[in-house]
T-cell receptor
C-alpha cells in the first residue's frame, strides 16, 4: 500500500507528557495536512504544509502543538504537556495541488491518542 | 468562517433503496465539495467530489448535486448495498484556502439486508 502512513496507530499517555506522531505522505504529493477527529464528529483542520513551509494553522492549534515537515517529505506533530481534551484521532492527509486547483485529500489511518 | 451543516445524522434504509444526504454551507466563496466515506476504525476515503462550475456529477451508483444559489449540495446513493453502511462526511473548501477543508458532522448510514 503506497498510501499515507501514520505511526503509531495508538498512543496512550499520561496527562502532562509529551507525544510525537509521524506521517509519511504519498511520495509525489506536495501538500500535507493534519486533522483531528473526535467521536461522532467530522475531521477538524489543524494545519497544512506546502512542501516544507507551514502555510496555514487553525485556531485549534494551541501553542502546545507544533508541526514540522523539515525536508518536505514526512511530517511530525508534537503535543506538549498533554491534556485529557487532547484525546482524539489525529489524521494526516496529503494531496498534489497546483495553483488555483483543489485536489482530493488522501487520508492516513490516523493515530489514536488517549490521555489518561 | 465557513460552516457546514449535514443532515440527517443517522439514516437507515433497506437494501436496494436510495439514500440521500444533504449539506448546506455558509461561505459563498466555497468552490470545492468532496464527500468522504469512513468505515468503523478506518480512514476517510473520497468517494466523489464536485466543483462549483458544475451542478451534478455521477459515478455509477453515486451522484452529487450542487445548488450554488441555495448553498447546498447532496449525495445520492442508489441501489444501496450492505457494504454502503458507513459514516459519510461532506466538506467544503474556499477558493484560495488550500488547507481549510471544513467537514460536516457526518451521517451514519445503515443498509439493512
Amino acid at each position: 500500500d503506497t498510501g499515507v502512513s501514520q505511526d503509531p496507530r495508538h498512543k496512550i499517555t499520561k496527562r502532562g507528557q509529551n507525544v510525537t506522531f509521524r506521517c509519511d505522505p504519498i511520495s509525489e504529493h506536495n501538500r500535507l495536512y493534519w486533522y483531528r477527529q473526535t467521536l461522532g464528529q467530522g475531521p477538524e483542520f489543524l494545519t497544512y504544509f506546502q512542501n516544507e513551509a507551514q502555510l496555514e494553522k487553525s485556531r485549534l492549534l494551541s501553542d502546545r502543538f507544533s508541526a514540522e515537515r523539515p525536508k518536505g517529505s514526512f511530517s511530525t506533530l508534537e503535543i506538549q504537556r498533554t491534556e485529557q481534551g487532547d484525546s482524539a484521532m489525529y489524521l494526516c492527509a496529503s494531496s498534489f495541488d497546483t495553483i488555483g486547483d483543489n485536489s482530493p485529500l488522501h487520508f492516513g489511518n490516523g493515530t489514536r491518542l488517549t490521555v489518561t | 468562517g465557513e460552516n457546514v451543516e449535514q443532515h440527517p445524522s443517522t439514516l437507515s434504509v433497506q437494501e436496494g433503496d436510495s439514500a440521500v444526504i444533504k449539506c448546506t454551507y455558509s461561505d459563498s466563496a466555497s468552490n470545492y465539495f468532496p464527500w468522504y466515506k469512513q468505515e468503523l476504525g478506518k480512514r476517510p476515503q473520497l468517494i466523489i467530489d464536485i466543483r462549483s462550475n458544475v451542478g451534478e456529477k455521477k459515478d455509477q451508483r453515486i451522484a452529487v448535486t450542487l445548488n450554488k444559489t441555495a448553498k447546498h449540495f447532496s449525495l445520492h446513493i442508489t441501489e444501496t448495498q450492505p457494504e454502503d453502511s458507513a459514516v459519510y462526511f461532506c466538506a467544503a473548501k474556499r477558493r484560495g484556502s488550500q488547507g481549510n477543508l471544513i467537514f460536516g458532522k457526518g451521517t451514519k448510514l445503515s443498509v439493512k439486508p
